[in-house]
């Protein structure tokens, strides 16, 4: 019996949220965000598993090369740019798209003396003041591009948005409006949505859209879950019963005692916890899916274990199956439980945790079918 958490990433999964981004978002080309290694899903698996997107989109370079020395031929964008001339050079070597967005970038294409043409993403910074050029300086930047005969010309335009997934903040409608008003007239195509701009906002869309985390079956809009926005959840992390233990009414259960029995209780010891990634801050209450049913974890989340409260009475016995989320029990629902936001957890996903890729259907029931 292999006792350790393991996650199933449904590959079926992954390809319906690529069609719900294009049912949203009719007529624009879809670049699927696949960094830190997909979200905590496997970045090489899971590029294969969208070889239907127009485009891939990564942070860093790293990322990149991997996914071309996987095997993959797909349009690969670095989100990031370049961070110095030997970049540049592999760049040019695997046929990588590039994002500018600041003036040492368009310095090292200016320099640059190879064959190559490169495909270039101007980046406007409309409001989220990260990355990209503050819109008095863009036009100089445009201007810049234009000029330097390595670029294919037009170039794209992107921004990207700070807020959309709050439906109570109208910053990313600002943003919009700011970003088309200072690229008026200028040729090439547009990219502005994320995710949640996907789902909420139809004038974000343009020429192209990149979907992040919708892509992996969870909710980016504050309020909504998956399930309400038609998404499918990717990931199952889940684990074995390593041992079941009859505790009397008053004894304590984990580090620090934090909880007692109330009445006699049957408690399973599931082999996942902050060592795996689920993170030491869920609380007692905190719901795990065992034998099909929601049971309630209680005490402190160790590295290596959890306890789960079975009640008085059950057949769940060691070797069975314990979800920590998946189809059935959201990862954002756990998420929302200790204030943080399901890329956290996602992307939390330990070394030790194997990944498989799947392409048959959960073998998890969906909620509506679980008792409570």
């Not at 071309?68 to 990588?96: H, I, K, Q, T």
């Not at 930047?141 to 903040?169: F, G, K, S």
Request: positive net charge; aromatic residues 6%.
């Amino acid at each position: 019996m292999t006792a350790q958490a393991q996650a199933r990433v449904d590959g079926n999964a992954l390809r319906a949220n690529l069609s719900r981004v294009r049912q949203l978002a009719r007529g624009a080309r879809v670049m699927a965000v696949i960094k830190a290694n997909a979200y905590g899903h496997g970045i090489t698996n899971v590029a294969r598993a969208l070889a239907d997107a127009d485009a891939l989109a990564v942070a860093r370079m790293s990322e990149a090369v991997a996914v071309r020395d996987a095997g993959s031929n797909a349009r690969v964008l670095l989100l990031e740019g370049l961070m110095s001339a030997n970049e540049l050079d592999l760049a040019a070597r695997y046929r990588f798209d590039i994002v500018v967005h600041r003036q040492d970038q368009i310095d090292m294409l200016r320099a640059y003396r190879g064959a190559v043409e490169f495909r270039v993403w101007l980046k406007i910074d409309t409001g989220m003041n990260r990355l990209g050029f503050k819109v008095k300086q863009a036009r100089a930047a445009w201007e810049a591009l234009r000029a330097i005969p390595c670029v294919q010309q037009p170039v794209t335009l992107m921004t990207h948005l700070a807020c959309a997934d709050d439906p109570q903040d109208n910053t990313a409608t600002a943003q919009i409006a700011l970003f088309n008003d200072v690229t008026a007239g200028w040729p090439g195509e547009r990219s502005i949505a994320n995710s949640a701009g996907i789902l909420r906002l139809p004038s974000s869309h343009g020429d192209w859209v990149r979907p992040g985390l919708m892509l992996y079956g969870a909710s980016p809009v504050a309020q909504r879950s998956a399930d309400e926005l038609a998404l499918t959840p990717v990931m199952t992390l889940w684990s074995k019963v390593i041992a079941i233990k009859d505790l009397l009414a008053g004894e304590r259960v984990g580090y620090g005692g934090t909880w007692v029995a109330p009445c006699p209780t049957r408690l399973a010891i599931v082999a996942a916890g902050y060592g795996d990634g689920y993170p030491w801050r869920l609380p007692t209450g905190t719901p795990v899916l065992v034998g099909g049913l929601r049971v309630p974890m209680v005490g402190r989340v160790s590295m290596d274990m959890i306890a789960v409260n079975l009640g008085t009475n059950s057949d769940v016995a060691v070797g069975d199956e314990a979800v920590l989320w998946g189809p059935g029990l959201g990862v954002e629902e756990l998420a929302h439980s200790i204030g943080t936001i399901p890329y956290e957890l996602l992307c939390g996903i330990s070394q030790r945790v194997r990944i498989d890729m799947t392409t048959q259907a959960s073998l998890v029931r969906p909620l509506s079918a679980l008792q409570h």
